[in-house]
């Protein structure tokens, strides 16, 4: 018996409702902020993801799906969003637009060979917004006020901002100098990735949620501290945006992300309540991550959440979501020359905009109630040779029983 490969699940019908309401809201929201769609191939050239999303990552190195193609070009399964956006914003020559270029993605899946748990899954969904081509912090504020909004219009409550500066290029060096003093001597305790990052990534050694390594995290220098004027001047002018946006947030010296093309401003996302999945969605800014993809400097800022993890804490907030459109009728049919016309009703019913359904053939008129009931269909659309002849049709309510005969051109006007 095969199964869903492992990290992966199946989307049944009973969970339809949700992703169709986490889409259409994002989609909505997302394009009353200015925010054009963009789709981008779920697979794309290795290298994008090696260039951008750096090497020595936990994603590259250990979570990527990377395969040669019969024309032995090395491909990798679409890990995050940011990278292929940028990608296409420089192959479609999108910088003689008005900056900045707002693009956002919704349901695209994304693949990384992480161990599953809760709200987390191999092949997983996204939003991905990004606006590209502006270093304003204001622009920064606005991905965190389309985030906040969102998870508001989902009704999601209880959630916080957290954010840090990592500061960018020039302050990163003294600051990464300070952190590998802090934690030469406590090398022995740690674990096996944090001895590797301390050669390779030393920032992602902030980013450890093992037991053996958080406690060391907390007396970490603060990137706050090694800020440059210019660097400290977005953070104020983000900070005071947030505030007068009354956007709740707290800072967190301890984030970093965990991806190499964040510079200044990176966020989370967090809900609140105890057993929740620690974080909804994140993002930050990128400046430096289109002229390593090969175009000129241009600054960036973007956000992605994913949709399994919003709908789990949609579950566990007890959110009620518009639900499955309900099967409205089922015509039942009775005789040998009643289904052809019966199959032509359902057709004219779905046409005229009632979801309507033909009941199992070869059964019993009240085997047929009993699928009508089953299904919970408001009407149950009667035709028998006699109602054939005469041009007409019964249609039983099925919530009292009471029953009319209308003419079958009137069906779904009865049901309207």
């Known amino acids: 018996m095969f199964r869903s490969p492992r990290g992966t699940a199946d989307i049944l019908p009973a969970d339809q409702p949700y992703w ?14 200015g925010y054009g769609r963009i789709e981008t191939p779920i697979f794309e050239d290795a290298k994008l993801f090696n260039r951008s999303v750096g090497e020595a990552t936990d994603i590259v190195e250990k979570e990527t799906y990377t395969f040669k193609d019969r024309g032995n070009d090395e491909l990798t399964l679409r890990p995050e969003g940011t990278a292929a956006t940028c990608r296409a914003y420089l192959e479609h020559g999108m910088h003689v637009l008005p900056q900045p270029v707002r693009l956002y993605s919704v349901n695209l899946p994304m693949f ?11 092949q997983f969904h996204q939003v991905n917004l990004e606006a590209i081509g502006s270093p304003e912090a204001a622009v920064d504020g606005e991905v965190i006020e389309v985030a ?13 901002v957290v954010m840090n500066s990592i500061g960018d290029a020039s302050d990163r060096p ?10 030469e001597p406590l090398q022995s305790q740690l674990c096996g990735d944090c001895k590797r990052r301390f050669e390779t990534n030393p920032l992602r050694l902030l980013d450890c949620k093992k037991e053996t390594c958080r406690p060391h995290t907390e007396n970490a220098p603060h990137t706050l501290d090694f ?9 104020d002018e983000l900070t005071s945006s947030l505030k007068a ?76 979501v518009p639900g499955q459109r309900p099967i409205k ?15 032509s009703l359902a057709s004219s019913l779905r046409e005229s905009g ?50 009319q005969q209308v003419a079958i051109g009137e069906a779904a006007r009865a049901l309207l």
């Open 227 to 235: 800020l440059s004027a210019t660097s400290r001047a977005h953070w």
């Open 354 to 403: 009632v979801t309507a359904v033909l009941a199992p053939g070869g059964k019993s008129l009240k085997a047929q109630m009993r699928y009508a009931e089953s299904v919970g269909a408001a009407y149950a659309l009667i035709l028998g040779d006699d109602e054939v002849r005469q041009g007409v049709v019964a249609v039983k309510k099925m919530a009292d029983g009471t029953q």
């Open 112 to 122: 990384r060979y992480d161990r599953p748990q809760a709200g987390r899954y191999r």
């Open 174 to 183: 003294a600051y990464i100098a300070a952190l590998k003093k802090f934690y």
């Open 20 to 33: 169709r309401y986490v889409e259409s809201t994002a989609a909505e929201l997302c394009e009353r902020f």
């Open 329 to 343: 009728a089922v015509v039942l049919h009775l005789g040998s020359g009643a289904k052809p016309h019966a199959v």
């Open 245 to 320: 946006l009354e956007i709740p947030f707290t800072s967190d010296h301890r984030l970093v992300r965990g991806l190499d093309y964040y510079t200044h401003t990176v966020f989370e996302v967090v809900p609140q309540e105890d057993g929740a999945q620690s974080t909804i969605g994140g993002g930050g800014r990128y400046d430096g991550l289109i002229e390593q993809l090969g175009g000129k400097a241009t600054p960036a800022v973007g956000f992605a959440t994913g949709m399994e993890r919003i709908i789990l804490n949609l579950k566990r907030q007890g959110v009620t």
């Open 148 to 160: 906040w909004r969102l998870f508001a219009k989902l009704g999601l409550k209880n959630l916080t």
